[in-house]
């Protein structure tokens, strides 16, 4: 789900970091794409708050089922461990 910049119209996508990603995985990389910053090609880092509300709802959502499916993801990682 790509949403628009509020400067350019371009589409913008989810901050990544390698870091959080080495340090701590799939699990890192969604927890850090839920609470980063999005990026706009042409404009660089779009705070959040310049998007119109019901965006920003729309991405608070999208973070809250990326945080759910990092938990599962750790449920079911522990989940498979207990079983060995």
């Given at each position: 789900m790509a949403y628009e910049c509020p400067r350019c119209g371009q589409p913008?996508?989810?901050?990544?970091s390698s870091t959080a990603q080495h340090a701590a995985g799939l699990i890192?990389?969604?927890?850090?794409?839920?609470?980063?910053?999005?990026?706009?090609?042409?404009?660089?880092?779009?705070?959040?708050?310049?998007?119109?509300?019901?965006?920003?709802?729309r991405m608070a959502t999208g973070s809250f089922l990326m945080v759910l499916g990092a938990i599962v993801l750790i449920g079911f990682v522990l989940w498979i461990v207990s079983k060995m």
């Open positions: 913008v996508r989810r901050g990544y890192g990389a969604l927890f850090y794409a839920a609470f980063g910053s999005f990026q706009c090609a042409k404009c660089g880092t779009v705070a959040r708050r310049e998007f119109p509300p019901e965006v920003r709802t």
